[in-house]
């Protein structure tokens, strides 16, 4: 049980370390199609 629960934390830790990288990648991303699009800067 204890097995479970640890492997269950490891998990989670390892899909919030991709969603934190995603974020600064999606944050990236908008900025990059901002500076293309200039008629999203208004």
Do not use: H
Not at 17 to 39: A, C, H, M, T, W
């Amino acid at each position: 049980m204890v097995g479970f629960i640890e492997s269950r934390i490891y998990e989670g830790l390892i899909i919030n370390k991709f969603l934190r990288i995603g974020q600064k990648v999606d944050k990236i991303g908008r900025k990059n199609y901002r500076e293309k699009v200039p008629s999203l800067n208004k």
